[in-house]
């Protein structure tokens, strides 16, 4: 028989298989799995089936962990290393979600709609929705990418509007040089520089007033994924830590939904993440 040919498919489903009870799927990616040597199936006492991962399944999981590894690029690297350091800080994250931003005039009405794409969202791990702090972590690693971006007011606006605080984590070229400083970014946003080895505030974030997040917020964030700490690479220190010596040092301190509770819809999202009052 000739050799199979094994896709994503294949190795999302060894993950699946891994990390569950290993209730068998009935289908043909396990019939592949199984003719391929990676998956096998068993007969419980109760006589139930069950298939589990093989140590030639394992193997193959490990080369696709690499390679997986290998062909992320610098950006997706640094949101993933920003969101866990969130994660190490207690804070429920999100990564490339989509989401509702209201663009207001001098005088405070909305004038327009707008959406945006932060690399990073999180929110504070309760069911206080004036507890929630949301911060926005905008990733750079191309200085051109930075400068076009900044040029953008509506964008920024967009990120300060769902975000109680805007960061931009800005990282290092080929010689490990900072791809730009803190003068660089309009003073009511957070600088962070991402070296190799350590994650450094260069300018802290502007304190805003805390509000509730409108209702178009929780429900994109009902229906995303959060990120959990088994999706990303292991990354060195606190950042949101340092975040908080930052605020020390620098400043010496620490919508209606038409009758819908903020609150309960709050308590209700964060069910699924594991949140504590």
């Not at 690029?73 to 800080?89: F, P, T």
């Not at 088994?230 to 010496?252: C, P, W, Y």
Request: with cysteine; glycine share 8%.
């Amino acid at each position: 028989m000739p050799a199979l040919k094994l896709g994503r498919f294949h190795a999302k489903r060894l993950r699946e298989v891994y990390r569950s009870a290993g209730w068998p799927h009935l289908d043909t990616v396990e019939v592949e799995l199984i003719a391929a040597g990676l998956l096998e199936r068993s007969t419980e006492l109760t006589g139930h089936d069950k298939v589990r991962v093989t140590a030639s399944g394992i193997a193959h999981l490990a080369q696709c962990i690499q390679g997986n590894r290998q062909n992320r690029s610098a950006h997706e690297l640094l949101v993933e290393r920003i969101g866990q350091e969130m994660l190490r800080d207690g804070r429920v994250v999100w990564t490339s979600l989509s989401l509702r931003a209201g663009l207001t005039s001098d005088s405070g009405q909305p004038v327009r709609w707008k959406m945006c794409r932060p690399d990073v969202f999180s929110i504070r791990n309760t069911s206080v929705a004036s507890y929630l702090e949301p911060i926005v972590h905008e990733v750079k690693v191309s200085r051109a990418d930075l400068l076009g971006d900044l040029k953008s007011a509506d964008k920024r606006n967009a990120y300060l509007d769902v975000g109680g605080q805007c960061w931009y984590v800005l990282g290092c070229d080929a010689k490990g040089r900072p791809i730009g400083e803190a003068d660089d970014v309009p003073p009511e946003c957070g600088v962070m520089i991402a070296e190799p080895d350590a994650l450094h505030v260069a300018r802290n974030a502007a304190k805003r007033v805390a509000r509730d997040l409108p209702f178009a917020i929780w429900m994109a964030l009902a229906k995303a994924v959060p990120m959990n700490a088994g999706d990303a690479m292991s990354t060195q220190g606190s950042a949101q830590g340092m975040l908080t010596e930052a605020v020390i040092k620098i400043d010496g301190l620490d919508e209606p939904n038409d009758g819908l509770n903020t609150s309960q819809v709050a308590a209700f999202c964060l069910t699924g993440a594991g949140a504590k009052t």
